[in-house]
Every structure is written in structure tokens, then in C-alpha cells.
């Protein structure tokens, strides 16, 4: 589809998957229009589907509260669910879970949006599996983002990758069937717990500060 002129002021903003524009155009466009969540990967607009409880919204849920458990004791590491994310001139996402810290890459705008590339995205993929570990994967790769993890909710599997040499490198569990980041230290994931819904276990294995 060819890239969309400019709106005028009077004209009704439609937003449609398959839409050709910068990242500019589209945030004028999104914030215009009545579209709850949409997404701008490498120039093509992709508009969301209803998400399902439990292909998605369960298990964004658990890594929420995952990740929430991680900087509760932590200041300076901020987190968020579904906040636009601008990273250059074609992609502005909304990823299911950002982890960054305060003075990092990631910083806020003027009026609070996320730029640059945060420590740690994280994406429940079901329906969007696709473009999670194509394009939208090569964005985060090619703008810093450290470290990707994909919960493919269809395949009962989860992905965890850390960017080196400037590409993503998949880390396996360790003997325990832990993966630990390795940007944010003590934040360990017992992948199988996660799978089987065990979130007291996936809480649990949480580790604290040094010191605590």
C-alpha cells in the first residue's frame, strides 16, 4: 500500500493494518483516532487484534507481576504494560512489559512516551508470533534493546534472547531450568514453573538486592 498523504483537520483518522508512514505521521494519526492499540513496525501499520485471557492476558499478567517483584526493592529500575514505545523514524510499538533504568538508553519524552531502547522487552506472542520474532524483533535488535524474551503462548514455549555483537543470542536454561538476565542481576526466571502457571514459584525465585 503506498504511504498515506498528510490528513487534514476536518477529515475522520482511520488507522488500518497494512498503512504505509513514518513514525511521526502515525503518532499524529493514533493519537487522532479512536484505535485503542496499534503499532508501527518498520513503516507498516499494524492494528490489534481482541486478545484473548488465556493466550495473553494471563500470561502477561505472571511476567508483570514477575517483573514488578524484581523493582519493588530496585530504585531506579522502572517498568511498563502496553506504553508506546518511539524507537526511530518507522517503528513506534506498545510492548506487553518494558524493564529499564532511570539515566539508561530508554528515556521519556516531554509527554511521558518511552524513546530510545530499553534494557529488557518482553512480548506475548500468539496470533502476532509472526512479526514478534521478524520485523518487530529486528527493530529491537538493530535499536539496542539488550534483552528480547517472546512467550509463545500457543506453543507453550518461551524465548529468551541478549543482544552480542549486535545480534540476539538465545539463552538456554541453566541445570535448575533457570534463565537469569544478564543486564538486571537476580531477576531469574524458572521457565518451566512459568509454563505450568506455578507464579508463587516464578515469584519466588526472584532474587533480592545484594545486602537485603
Not at 29 to 43: D, F, M, N, P, Q
Not at 78 to 83: D, I, L, S, T, V
Not at 154 to 174: G, N, T
Request: negative net charge.
Amino acid at each position: 500500500m503506498a504511504a498515506l498523504p498528510a490528513s487534514s483537520a476536518h477529515e475522520v483518522v482511520i488507522l488500518e493494518s497494512g498503512d504505509r508512514m513514518s513514525q511521526p505521521e502515525f503518532h499524529r494519526r493514533y493519537c487522532a483516532s479512536k484505535v485503542t492499540r496499534a503499532e508501527l513496525i518498520e513503516g507498516v501499520v499494524y492494528v490489534s487484534s481482541p486478545l484473548r485471557l488465556d493466550v495473553h492476558g494471563e500470561p502477561e499478567a505472571d511476567l508483570g507481576a514477575w517483573v514488578s517483584q524484581y523493582r519493588a526493592s530496585r530504585p531506579g529500575i522502572r517498568a511498563g504494560h502496553n506504553a508506546t514505545l518511539i524507537l526511530d523514524s518507522d517503528n513506534e510499538v506498545q510492548p506487553d512489559i518494558v524493564l529499564f533504568r532511570v539515566g539508561g538508553s530508554a528515556r521519556l519524552t516531554e509527554d511521558g512516551y518511552i524513546t530510545g531502547a530499553p534494557e529488557m522487552v518482553i512480548e506475548i506472542a500468539a496470533s502476532s508470533r509472526s512479526i514478534d520474532l521478524g520485523d518487530k524483533m529486528r527493530a529491537y535488535r538493530r535499536n539496542g534493546v539488550r534483552e528480547y524474551i517472546v512467550w509463545r503462548a500457543l506453543d507453550s514455549e518461551l524465548d529468551w534472547f541478549v543482544l552480542r555483537d549486535a545480534e540476539y543470542a538465545r539463552l538456554a536454561p541453566d541445570a535448575e531450568g533457570v534463565i537469569e538476565s544478564e543486564v538486571f542481576a537476580g531477576l531469574r526466571l524458572p521457565v518451566a514453573r512459568l509454563l505450568a502457571g506455578d507464579l508463587a514459584a516464578v515469584l519466588a525465585a526472584v532474587q533480592p538486592p545484594p545486602g537485603d
